[in-house]
């Protein structure tokens, strides 16, 4: 049987981090055993499985990158051990092995789970009534979002299951947002297929807690700190939100024995910083988007590529395909990203995503969608994949945005569009349901019926 260089050394390397041994081995040891399992391909390039146990490519300029591997049999074949210095970085310290990477599918084809949603729902229900006088919204990231009348409760309820959301592009009829119908005060971006909705930083949920306790209201604090721990929880049971609702119970959850924890960073204004401090190792993956978007922007697009992998049976190499997917979605929204972007990719795609940009007879420019349609042969191969496609794909184009300051199309991007096309006739999409007890309403509310279509 042909020796895969690349699945045999990622097995090699998770057996040896796997051993209980690993973590209390020192330092130099560690790296001296990582470096020698490093690969080698025909073109010259180093390979090498490492932190985060993921792959890393050492560019001509000596620089190792985050890049997935070749998913073609002609280099993976080809690949020959070596040995090589690498860097304290790339030595896997042991738990961020255990990185649970969840589902990098979006909320469209595949429904939230019935369970979920009524989890959320009870939460809403319990805490929907509060007195707004107790629970203001009175500045923040979610002022803007929900009716003027409506108490920090619901918003600390939305801000959770967006943070925890991998990519959040939602299906219109998903009932997940129908809940928040009536208490949202514009329509949400997007349109009745598709929500394609901003992410929610932890500095926005960490401001609606700090903003209580500030106002000498702890205990009110404290209340939608459990609130966060709460859906948080109910949220676990969706491969797409757990990665993260199980870093944000465990940087909350010590507050409920210990609720002086934030004193000294509620004066300092440093809470978001001391919530991290708290997320242990093996969840530290989950919340990169806080610490370093350059980084998130990488683990993003290296999912893009790993859903991208069915190309490969074409005979087409995923990682160019992303880079072409990048490049027309920068294209669309501002091309003076990649000025942001370039030093966060490795040379390959670089050159990739350059020369899409640059050459519009490229053949990488055709793999842009055409008329908001996919061409023929990136069409994914049934639901599953879409769905990942898209989510990779809307995560990528959320990290980039942020990385190069520009603003996310509220029609999508034009990837995640065509995509969103493949799934449109595909989805679970249970009739709608009463999803609030009825209440005496504001005149100028905006309702929850714009959220359905026929």
Do not use: K
């Amino acid at each position: 049987m042909p020796w895969d260089g690349f699945a045999a050394m990622e097995r090699d390397v998770r057996a040896m981090v796997a051993d209980p041994r690993w973590p209390l081995t020192p330092a130099p040891s560690r790296a001296e055993a990582i470096s020698r399992r490093a690969l080698v391909t025909p073109d010259g390039t180093c390979w090498l499985f490492g932190a985060y146990a993921r792959w890393y490519r050492l560019d001509r300029d000596g620089q190792w990158h985050l890049a997935a591997p070749p998913a073609a049999q002609a280099p993976r074949l080809a690949a020959r051990p070596a040995a090589i210095a690498v860097p304290y970085w790339l030595v896997p310290t042991g738990p961020d092995f255990s990185v649970d990477r969840g589902s990098t599918q979006a909320f469209v084809g595949p429904d939230v789970p019935r369970e979920v949603v009524e989890g959320v729902r009870a939460l809403m229900v319990a805490h929907r009534g509060l007195r707004r006088e107790d629970f203001p919204l009175a500045s923040g990231a979610f002022r803007h979002v929900f009716a003027a009348e409506v108490a920090s409760t619901v918003a600390t309820v939305w801000g959770t299951v967006m943070w925890c959301a991998y990519a959040p592009a939602f299906d219109g009829n998903e009932q997940m947002l129908s809940m928040f119908g009536e208490f949202l005060a514009r329509p949400l971006p997007g349109d009745d297929w598709v929500r394609w909705l901003p992410p929610v930083s932890l500095t926005d949920l960490v401001d609606l807690y700090a903003e209580r306790s500030r106002s000498g209201a702890p205990e009110a604090g404290l209340r939608l700190v459990r609130l966060m721990a709460e859906t948080a929880t109910a949220l676990r049971a969706d491969p797409r939100f757990r990665p993260r609702a199980d870093a944000l119970v465990a940087m909350v959850q010590p507050l409920a024995t210990q609720p002086w924890l934030d004193h000294t960073a509620l004066r300092s204004g440093a809470v978001a910083q001391t919530w991290l401090l708290r997320c242990p190792p093996n969840l530290a993956a989950a919340a990169l988007a806080e610490v370093s978007p350059g980084d998130h922007f990488r683990h993003v697009l290296y999912d893009l590529v790993e859903a991208l992998a069915y190309v490969a049976e074409q005979g087409e190499d995923p990682r160019m395909v992303a880079a072409a997917l990048l490049a027309a979605d920068v294209n669309a929204v501002t091309a003076e990203a990649v000025t942001y972007l370039y030093p966060w990719m490795d040379d390959e795609l670089r050159q990739a995503l350059y020369i899409a940009l640059a050459d519009q007879g490229h053949p990488l420019r055709d793999w842009w969608p055409v008329d908001g349609r996919l061409p023929e042969r990136l069409t994914p191969p049934d639901r599953s994949t879409a769905a990942a496609l898209l989510g990779s794909a809307y995560a990528t184009g959320l990290a980039w945005c942020e990385l190069a300051g520009a603003t996310p199309p509220e029609t999508g991007f034009p990837v995640t569009a065509a995509v969103g096309q493949c799934l449109t006739h595909t989805r679970d999409d249970p009739p709608p349901e009463p999803t609030t007890t009825p209440r005496e309403r504001i005149t100028n509310e905006t309702t929850s019926d714009w959220l359905y279509h026929n």
